[in-house]
């Protein structure tokens, strides 16, 4: 079974900190996502990458960044968290095309107060 | 870029009847449609998908029909029973350019005992 983990379930930050989310999958898939799911407005893509040190920008890329530097991890990185980033961030792969079926991580709720 | 609309947000069904979820999209060139199920507290998960050669597939109970002409794709659930209530996104993508999926704002489906 493919296992995609992400490093925390839960997250409570402060203003201003720099946040790191850690995703991890063990199958060797070439592609790495991160999304952000809120209420109302659904699975909104930040970040994505095809291969290793390789990155592109989702939909809402501001206030994020990203790093791939091995092919099993791929980590979204808020450089100064703010209140309005508070959500559950959901880290995803797969492999080859497009096409190809989405494994999810758990989530991570964070919290920025 | 591409835009999905997905209605309705909430769907109240009776147990036994069918409920259906209409998504429309914006970019002409897309032509692989897929559905992710997200039961309470659990990560999503692929349920079918539809490419864009075809125009009906079916999978037990689930079945997914694509309206290309009109940029609609709609997902079909007979004989709902409990189980099948979670949260459903539907998403859309393309084979070139931009190599990751857009998802819909997502239904809630709710099925009464």
């Known amino acids: 079974d493919v296992k995609v983990t992400q490093s925390s379930r839960y997250l409570v930050k402060r203003t201003g900190e720099k946040v790191f989310l850690e995703c991890v999958q063990d199958m060797d898939h070439e592609n790495m996502f991160w999304y952000r799911q809120d209420p109302g407005l659904g699975l909104r893509l930040i970040y994505f990458s095809y291969d290793v040190k390789m990155k592109e920008k989702g939909d809402i890329p501001e206030g994020y960044s990203v790093s791939r530097e091995k092919k099993e991890r791929f980590s979204l990185i808020l450089e100064s968290a703010s209140t309005n980033q508070t959500s559950m961030y959901l880290c995803?792969?797969?492999?080859?095309?497009?096409?190809?079926?989405?494994?999810f991580g758990s989530g991570t709720q964070l919290s920025v107060l | 870029g591409e835009n999905v609309e997905q209605h309705p947000s909430t769907l109240s069904v009776q147990e036994g009847d069918s409920a259906v979820i209409k998504c429309t999209y914006s970019d002409s060139a897309s032509n692989y449609f897929p559905w992710y199920k997200q039961e309470l507290g659990k990560r999503p998960q692929l349920i079918i998908d539809?490419?864009?050669?075809?125009g009906e597939k079916k999978d037990q109970r689930i079945a997914v029909t694509l309206n290309k002409t009109a940029k609609h794709f709609s997902l079909h659930i007979t004989e709902t029973q409990p189980e099948d209530s979670a949260v459903y996104f539907c998403a859309a993508s393309r084979n070139t350019g931009r190599r990751a999926l857009t998802f819909g704002s997502g239904t809630r489906l709710q099925v009464q005992p």
């Open positions: 995803a792969s797969s492999s080859g095309t497009v096409r190809e079926k989405l494994f």
């Open positions: 539809i490419r864009s050669n075809v």
